[in-house]
């Protein structure tokens, strides 16, 4: 595996994690019976006014980032074409939804006064998308770059 796919599949491998902790995140919050929680008090952060947007789940948007990453990994692997786009928009996503998540945690911490382990680790999912693609960003334009030269 090639440094360019290494960075492509670790993004989709972060991303699959992602929707499986947004998903998990989705289901409790419908069925808040079923959240489990080892770590801090993810019912307090579930049930606060914070976990949703008016009638739509943080967790949906959660999970619709993660979908959005994969799928735009998909089309960086099918269409060589939209290399650059692509990872720009994955970038761009994971640079939103960090920034979202950084928000987020400020109001655990501040605000409710506790932490959701299931949050902190999609926050730390998210960085991870971020960093990734923030590699593989900087890797296009400097080839991008250094062809126009």
């Known amino acids: ?12 491998v972060l991303a699959g994690a992602g929707v499986g902790v947004a998903g998990y995140l989705t289901y409790t919050h419908y069925n808040i019976g079923a959240l489990v929680c080892s770590v801090g008090d993810c019912h307090a952060v579930q049930t606060s006014q914070y976990a949703t947007i008016g009638p739509v789940p943080i967790a949906i948007l959660g999970l619709g980032m993660y979908v959005a990453v994969i799928a735009l990994g998909v089309l960086r692997w099918r269409r060589a074409d939209w290399l650059s ?22 109001l655990e911490v501040a605000v409710i006064h506790a932490i959701c382990q299931w949050c902190v680790t999609s926050a730390i999912l998210t960085l991870g998308i971020l960093v990734v ?15 126009a030269y």
Do not use: N
């Open 1 to 12: 595996m090639s440094r360019w796919d290494f960075w492509r599949a670790a993004s989709m």
């Open 85 to 106: 786009t692509a990872t720009m928009g994955a970038f761009a996503l994971a640079l939103a939804g960090t920034v979202y998540f950084a928000y987020l945690t400020y």
């Open 133 to 147: 693609e923030g590699v593989g960003t900087f890797r296009i334009v400097g080839t991008e770059g250094s062809r």
